[in-house]
């Protein structure tokens, strides 16, 4: 087995490469990167490998999992975590899923698994229709020496966070936030862990030089206008998409004659939902596509943001940008987050949310952000869910020792 010394960092989605940039150029250095070009059968994750090298900088070192895989073990590695895994059938993954295919299906067919998560928090179907018989095993402890996990949003399930099985992969933690850093350190006891803020957003642009980009790059902005930059997330529970973007374009749709509504279109949907960017163009929207995006920049250069769930409303917040939540009308989904504590539901409690019942409220309230100028609540709501500026001195020097 071979033992490189050189800290290396996991891929396993293009914009992870964006996750880590500000963090390689300041704390890091020299880096290898290790590309997942595993196969997988999410239509999303197709051709997620070819896609990672499209984006890498020509003078970045890299390789691919599949070719030091069991043959190479590197010294510090980085990743954000369940992301990559080796796929294999084994005695319990067999027995889940005859659990899941006889027992799970009847709790699932009688409605019973919306009892057991209020009871419990946990359906107790184990996946009932969606269930496959392998297991999937995660693969940093077999690439990595000390291996470094890489937060990749503060969108956590506070009920359940961390994932149980970090504790067996990870040997450092790094946080976004004290709220985080809580969560891990009351469930793994001693576990090492150190803040580290939003690095792929700390550089960003000023307002003016960030506008000036986005205004070049996107084709038909009227400079007249202010800009609202769409952040919709990717929804999936039990292999089905909840898509907010249909349920919300007829309310949107009627912002478009006084503001420039700019979207960006989540890379996973983008992959499953290939005609969805056309849709949106012939209905007068701008559409950000492009694979790779600087999300500091794209933040920055906008008047206002809107959002639903997930990762875009805490960076929105880390950015200090005007934000409005539109909520999901899906029962289904409703129903899903329900006791799971997501840290982007306690934002609902301080800032503005609609449902698409609100479209006249919902467009008043648009017009009343543009025009208001106090930056206050955006930094008391900063402070609130991010404390304090990190030191990346400290960080390069925790780094400097790992690797000695």
């Not at 959002?307 to 899906?330: E, F, H, Q, R």
């Not at 930094?379 to 400290?394: A, I, P, Q, S, V």
Request: glycine letters at 6%; aromatic letters at 12%.
């Amino acid at each position: 087995m071979n033992i490189v010394n050189k800290p290396a960092i996991l891929i396993s989605w293009p914009r992870e490469l964006d996750m880590f940039s500000e963090f390689i150029e300041r704390v890091l250095g020299d880096v290898i990167i290790v590309v997942d070009d595993f196969i997988y059968t999410e239509d999303e994750r197709l051709e997620n490998g070819k896609n990672i090298i499209e984006l890498l900088d020509r003078n970045v070192e890299y390789v691919l999992l599949s070719e030091v895989f069991k043959k190479v073990r590197y010294k510090i590695l980085l990743s954000t975590g369940g992301q990559t895994f080796q796929k294999k059938v084994t005695f319990a993954s067999y027995f889940k899923y005859l659990y899941a295919i006889f027992i799970g299906r009847i709790i699932e067919h009688f409605g019973l698994s919306k009892f057991f998560v209020k009871l419990i928090g946990r359906p107790l179907t184990g996946g009932g229709k969606y269930a496959e018989k392998f297991g999937k095993y995660p693969v940093e402890r077999i690439i990595g020496i000390k291996v470094i996990k890489y937060p990749k949003g503060l969108d956590i399930n506070k009920a359940k966070y961390p994932d149980d099985q970090w504790k067996d992969i990870f040997d450092v933690y790094l946080c976004h936030s004290h709220i985080d850093m809580r969560l891990i350190t009351n469930k793994f006891f001693g576990a090492e862990c150190v803040k580290i803020g939003y690095p792929r957003y700390d550089n960003a642009p000023s307002v003016a030089d960030a506008k000036k980009i986005i205004y070049n790059e996107i084709k038909g902005i009227d400079a007249t206008k202010p800009l609202l930059l769409w952040m919709p997330t990717f929804i999936k529970i039990y292999g089905e998409i909840i898509d907010n973007i249909e349920v919300w374009i007829p309310t949107v749709e009627k912002l478009l004659n006084k503001y420039n509504v700019l979207i960006s279109v989540h890379p996973k949907l983008a992959v499953v939902k290939p005609l969805i960017v056309s849709r949106l163009l012939e209905l007068g929207f701008l559409v950000d596509a492009k694979k790779g995006r600087n999300l500091g920049i794209l933040y920055q250069s906008s008047d206002l943001v809107l959002a639903d769930y997930g990762g875009p409303v805490l960076s929105t917040i880390y950015m200090k940008k005007k934000l409005i939540l539109l909520n999901s009308d899906s029962k289904k989904y409703s129903e899903w987050r329900e006791k799971r504590m997501y840290l982007d539901d306690d934002v609902r409690n301080d800032v503005d949310s609609f449902s698409i019942y609100d479209d006249m409220t919902f467009i008043e309230q648009v017009d009343r952000n543009i025009q208001d100028n106090s930056s206050s609540k955006r930094n008391r709501l900063r402070e609130k869910y991010f404390g304090e500026d990190c030191n990346y001195e400290d960080l390069r020097d925790m780094f400097h020792k790992l690797a000695k």
